[in-house]
């Protein structure tokens, strides 16, 4: 088989870094919880953002689903 | 009734959440990557990318670490690596190995990183689109993967990110010409010019550290 020293050198050098797996690990979760969380977060106040705006602007927060509601009353009329 | 029902629930819930570090242990060994990338998307279950990341954790750190010279740099790098993986599982098609995916972003990230942080990376970056036609490679493979292993580490160290990238593609990681072209997004005329002048690169600086 031929001398790789390429793959040598990933061995010589995996084995000289000290290598903080489960930092690195734990700093994944934490990551992706906060994103979570944040999406979450979003998730809950972004429809109560947008009717703020819109209440902001003149119109009437969730008008939109009041007509369908109205127009569904009575779906055979 | 209802309340034995969910009695029963807890139970079960309690006992997979006990087996749960037996069944990773387990599966580390047995299933693939495909199987585990699978199973993470349905389940959304972290053992199964903690099976990825325990086999492929080191390497990535390895390769961010000769990157980019800094163990606190190569750390945070892997770190935002693996986040962008996990991020993007759903994406992973299977028409390459999980391997190479992962490598190809790992490469990326690094070179970003280079190239944020000084603009002079290599032909890597810059001006490779212009090169046409291929020229015949003279160097043979053997002159430069059988150099005595600390003396690549030191002719690696001081040659430019992007030559020192590519030739860890070719040689280290074993990719092939079109996996390279992937990685890097330029034609197949583009990257083996390129392979080609790191290797004269690679040899200048050899001759120059060394035959004086």
Known sequence: MRKNSFKELEEVELEEISMKTENIRNGISSDIGMMRYVSSVMELYFPKIIDLLVALAGGSPGQGDETKRNQNKYPDM | ?212
């Not at chain 2, 599966?27 to 349905?42: G, V």
């Open chain 2, 1 to 212: 009734m209802r309340v034995d029902y969910e009695h029963q629930l807890n139970l079960i819930d309690l006992i997979i959440n006990l087996l749960n570090p037996v069944i990773s242990g387990a599966a580390s060994k047995s299933i693939s990557d495909e199987e585990a990338i699978e199973a993470y998307l349905e389940t959304q279950n972290t053992n199964y990318f903690n099976i990825l990341y325990d086999r492929y954790s080191r390497k990535v750190f390895g390769k961010c670490y000769s990157l980019l010279k800094s163990e606190a740099r190569a750390e945070d790098a892997a770190q935002e690596i693996f986040v962008k993986v996990l991020l993007n599982l759903s994406k992973f098609s299977g028409k390459s190995k999980f391997s190479t995916w992962l490598y190809s972003i790992t490469y990326n990230f690094c070179i970003d990183t280079i190239r944020k942080s000084k603009k002079n990376i290599g032909v890597l970056v810059d001006d490779i689109g212009r090169y046409g036609d291929v020229v015949e490679d003279e160097i043979e493979d053997s002159e430069i993967i059988e150099t005595n292993v600390y003396r690549l580490k030191e002719v690696l160290n001081i040659l430019p990110s992007g030559d020192k990238a590519i030739l860890l593609m070719k040689y280290q990681d074993e990719f092939s010409i079109k996996e390279i072209c992937k990685i890097i997004d330029k034609s197949e005329s583009a990257v083996k010019m390129k392979i080609k002048r790191a290797k004269e690169k690679f040899l200048r600086k050899y001759k120059e550290l060394y035959t004086s």
